[in-house]
């Protein structure tokens, strides 16, 4: 075996050295308990950080860290409870754990890594900790993440909302979209948390860069937007445009053939959702169909083809053509094959 000089260096702790070392064998794993000293008579205050040698009584505590090869390592070290001139009695401050952590920093930072690309069980078995241990890591590491990352000013942002668990669940998000970056969100998809969100957690600064901002058409997340951002652009997302066109098409399929009549209803029937496609990934048998639909009736074929337009128009980024689509000069997929 090597001196407790070599296991010191090994472990790598500055401001600790290695007293002793335990082995513990189980049938599945083979565990070592590290026992720790600081370097030293002085401990530093949990509060203020300030060193101090007036002890009033210890405890002692263990923390899982990286394995040595094949065995796992636990670290004991018996912790101080210091009278501290400036703050009273605190516990001693630990430099290489988070307060209350079960699991090293260097530990903590792999758990978390890991937790990016497999499942925090997967990451905890790989790491043999126990789940919670795992979870605990992963947050603190990404509490450690949002606080440490650089605060951006960005031009555009979205308030859109996520879908949370079952049902009518919806907590609104504020994302940073040229980044793709989510930055925070809220549990309530109301006005007062819409704008807290864009107050609170948008500095004066930030606020004024925004010239831009993307919203469904939800009317709390309007006034909010409306109301903080006085002089940003509101823009619809594209998809939530669109929805209101396929239901204003869906409403005019249903006016055209369902309230006129025996005969027409069963013209259209089980036609919904090959209506409600857009041309492009209709097959070509079922285009047909459609085409037979369109001789019908005319109003449910100009329906069909304003959709496919707008579906066009938004993705245009070229004024010119934005116009000739306008004017009719650039007739959409579904009006050459039908007229
Ligand atoms: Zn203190």
Same mark, same amino acid.
């Given at each position: 075996m090597g001196s407790r000089r070599d296991y010191t260096w090994i472990l790598g702790l500055p401001g600790f050295r290695v007293t002793t070392i335990e082995g513990e064998d189980s049938e599945t794993q083979s565990r070592l308990r590290v026992h720790l000293e600081r370097r030293g008579r002085r401990y530093p205050c949990s509060g203020c950080g =300030?060193?101090?040698?007036?002890?009033?009584?210890?405890? %002692?505590r263990t923390w899982d860290d990286l394995p040595w090869a094949a065995h796992s390592v636990t670290l004991v070290y018996q912790q101080r409870r210091v009278s501290c001139r400036r703050c009273?009695?605190?516990?001693?401050?630990?430099? $290489?754990? @988070? +307060?209350? +952590? !079960?699991?090293?920093?260097?530990?903590?930072? #792999?758990?978390?890594? @890991?937790c990016q690309s497999m499942l925090t069980s997967h990451a905890a078995v790989r790491h043999r900790v126990s789940w919670g241990k795992a979870r605990r890591a992963e947050k603190a590491f990404l509490a450690e993440w949002d606080r440490t990352r650089p605060k951006r000013q960005p031009r555009h942002i979205k308030l859109d909302e996520i879908q949370r668990g079952k049902g009518q669940r919806f907590w609104p998000v504020l994302s940073d979209v040229v980044h793709g970056d989510v930055m925070e969100l809220r549990q309530d998809r109301t006005e007062v948390a819409a704008t807290e969100l864009l107050t609170d957690e948008l500095t004066g600064r930030q606020r004024a860069a925004i010239t831009a901002a993307c919203t469904d058409m939800h009317r709390p997340y309007l006034n909010a937007?409306? +109301?903080?951002?006085?002089?940003? %652009?509101?823009? $619809? @997302? /594209? $998809?939530?445009?669109?929805?209101?066109?396929?239901a204003a098409r869906d409403d005019v399929r249903r006016q055209e053939f369902f309230r006129a009549g025996a005969v027409m209803r069963e013209h259209g029937r089980g036609k919904r959702w090959l209506l409600l496609r857009r041309w492009k990934t209709v097959r070509e048998s079922k285009r &047909? %169909?459609?085409?037979?639909? $369109? +001789?019908?009736?005319? =109003?449910?074929? /100009?329906?069909?083809?304003? =959709? %496919?337009? *707008?579906? !066009? *128009? &938004?993705? *245009? #980024?070229?004024?010119?053509r934005c116009a000739q689509l306008r004017a009719g000069m650039d007739p959409c997929p579904a009006m050459a094959a039908t007229a």
């Open positions: =300030r060193r101090t040698t007036r002890v009033r009584s210890t405890k %002692e009273g009695i605190r516990t001693e401050r630990i430099e $290489f754990a @988070d +307060a209350k +952590a !079960r699991v090293t920093r260097r530990l903590r930072q #792999q758990i978390g890594v @890991d937007v409306g +109301a903080v951002l006085t002089h940003a %652009e509101v823009v $619809f @997302d /594209k $998809f939530h445009v669109l929805q209101h066109a396929s &047909v %169909e459609l085409q037979t639909l $369109f +001789a019908a009736n005319r =109003r449910l074929f /100009k329906a069909y083809v304003l =959709r %496919e337009q *707008l579906d !066009r *128009l &938004v993705d *245009l #980024q070229n004024p010119t």
